[in-house]
C-alpha cells in the first residue's frame, strides 16, 4: 500500500480523502496521525473528495455507481479443477 505523504486538493493545502484514483478508483490512504492529512471516517454517505457528509441524491447517485464500478473492475481469476480423471467425490475449497 501506497500511504498519501502530502496533501492532495488543487489548493495544494487541503488532504481530500475520498480523491479517488481515475484508474482503480481506490482512495488515498493516510497513517493516522499525520500533520495536514486529518480526516474523518464514518458510516455516513460522504461527499466525493472532499469526504464532508453528504445528504445530496445526485452525490448518493454517483458513490452508488463509483463503488459499484470499483467492484466490477476487480480481476477473479477463473477457478482452476484439479481433477484430470472427472471422477472426484469431494470439493475442497480454500
Not at 454517505?45 to 448518493?60: F, R, W
Not at 458513490?63 to 477457478?79: F, L, S, Y
Amino acid at each position: 500500500v501506497q500511504f498519501a505523504t502530502a496533501p492532495n486538493a488543487d489548493d495544494g493545502a487541503t488532504f481530500w480523502p475520498y480523491l479517488r484514483d481515475p484508474e482503480t478508483l481506490a482512495r488515498p490512504w493516510a497513517i493516522p496521525g499525520t500533520p495536514g492529512l486529518e480526516h474523518r471516517i464514518g458510516g455516513l454517505e460522504k461527499a466525493d473528495k472532499t469526504g464532508d457528509i453528504s445528504y445530496d441524491p445526485a452525490n448518493h447517485d454517483f458513490m452508488v455507481r463509483t463503488r459499484a464500478a470499483r467492484i466490477e473492475a476487480i480481476g477473479v481469476p477463473d477457478v482452476e479443477v484439479d481433477d484430470p480423471d472427472g471422477d472426484a467425490r469431494v470439493l475442497v475449497l480454500g
